[in-house]
């Protein structure tokens, strides 16, 4: 009897990353209800414009709570988003367990530091901005093509790993 070991079962790179596109169709899609939800409930005056274009305070706080509660709550329910689940990855602790709470915190909030780069946008340029973070994911993403397990950098912060299935 040969014992597996977790490498065996490490997802490459392109199924990670073809797994987050479809995951963006999602999110868009997401994003796209809660703008319609609250452009309703604000009876159209969620932005307004005039000199300067004004967006409600709450606004990019809350659409920021859902996307992250899509993750966080997809994680936790069975390790898979909608976009992780044709191609046949989950994400688990090390060594095949349902990932917690506490893991899947700290893996969203390090998998989303790139994204305080758009930060730089009045300094850098929006388009700059926009690179920066592409830059970042991507230094995020290429840790896992020198780790064993194939771990991206929020994946190591969390002690979590992404595994083919089936």
Request: aromatic share 8%; charged share 15%.
């Amino acid at each position: 009897m040969t014992q597996t070991t977790s490498i065996e079962f490490a997802c490459p790179l392109w199924r990670r990353l073809l797994a987050l596109i479809y995951d963006l169709v999602a999110v868009l899609a997401i994003v796209m209800v809660v703008g319609l939800i609250c452009e309703l409930a604000t009876h159209g005056e969620l932005i307004t414009s005039g000199k300067q274009v004004h967006i409600a305070w709450w606004y990019q706080p809350l659409q920021a709570t859902v996307v992250a509660a899509y993750f966080v709550v997809s994680w936790l329910r069975g390790g898979q988003t909608l976009g992780m689940r044709p191609w046949r990855i989950r994400v688990t602790a090390i060594g095949g367990a349902r990932v917690t709470v506490r893991r899947a915190l700290i893996r969203l909030i390090v998998a989303a530091l790139p994204l305080s780069l758009l930060l730089l946008a009045p300094v850098l340029g929006l388009r700059m901005a926009v690179w920066a973070v592409v830059l970042g994911w991507a230094i995020w993403f290429g840790a896992s093509l020198s780790d064993g397990r194939r771990r991206a950098l929020h994946d190591l912060a969390a002690g979590t790993e992404v595994r083919r299935i089936g």
